[in-house]
């Protein structure tokens, strides 16, 4: 089956550094994606992952670790414009489609 | 265009009306994916498009939703006898090709009464 968990609401502060966590386990795997999403707005873009490691763009990084099915979000300098839910997505290369599975979504509140 | 857009954004529905949601995709994009949000999960998928082949549809909930995308650029999700469970924001994404990152547009939400 396919699952992915993280956790449905988290609390920082403004400057601060958070980490979202995300545990996968599905049937297959081809990369690793996160997405923030403001209320009533489009997902967009932050980062693929689909070798194990660190990647940094910026306040934002995020970590895979194939072998145990795990990844993070790391925000630093937190502002209040991040204030958003945060995605987890998994590439899913079965069939014909390169679908993409999300999981619920963690909320993030900032406050000052 | 710059994104890609989606329309009508808010679709008021009395149930067992038809619906037709509207998406333009970023130009030149070959991939074309719905996705169906409820409100506090993630998008699930619907269905998939490369150029104007619907290479998948396994998300699709019933018989009562179709999808097109017939010249290989804008696509249309008809939703037809609307049902209350069918209240949802519908997201459409597109990539360059197969396995690209995809680019969300803004969605249209539908509240069926």
């Known amino acids: 089956g396919q699952n992915i968990d993280q956790p449905t609401e988290m609390t920082a502060t403004e400057g601060a550094i958070v980490q979202i966590n995300c545990t996968y386990q599905t049937s297959g795997f081809n990369g690793l994606f996160w997405y923030q999403q403001h209320a009533g707005e489009a997902p967009t873009f932050l980062s693929y992952n689909v070798l194990d490691g660190l990647e940094e763009k910026g306040r934002f990084s995020s970590f895979l670790s194939r072998s145990k099915g795990y990844s993070y979000l790391l925000l630093k300098e937190l502002q209040m414009k991040d204030s958003a839910s945060y995605l987890c997505?998994?590439?899913?290369?079965?069939?014909?489609?390169?679908?993409?599975?999300f999981g619920s979504g963690t909320r993030l509140s900032i406050r000052p | 265009g710059a994104g890609v857009s989606q329309s009508p954004r808010y679709k008021v529905a009395k149930r067992g009306q038809d619906v037709a949601l509207r998406c333009d995709p970023i130009s030149g994009h070959v991939s074309l994916f719905w996705y169906q949000q409820a409100l506090g999960q993630g998008p699930e998928f619907l269905t998939y498009f490369q150029n104007e082949a619907q290479l998948d549809k396994s998300g699709l909930p019933s018989d009562r939703f179709f999808a097109e995308r017939p010249e290989g650029s804008v696509s249309t999700l008809k939703i037809q006898r609307t049902q209350q469970e069918d209240s949802a924001v519908y997201l459409c994404?597109?990539?360059?090709?197969?396995?690209?990152?995809?680019?969300f547009g803004p969605g249209t939400r539908l509240l069926v009464l």
């Open positions: 994404a597109s990539s360059q090709g197969f396995g690209e990152t995809q680019y």
């Open positions: 997505a998994v590439r899913d290369p079965r069939g014909s489609a390169s679908k993409i599975i």
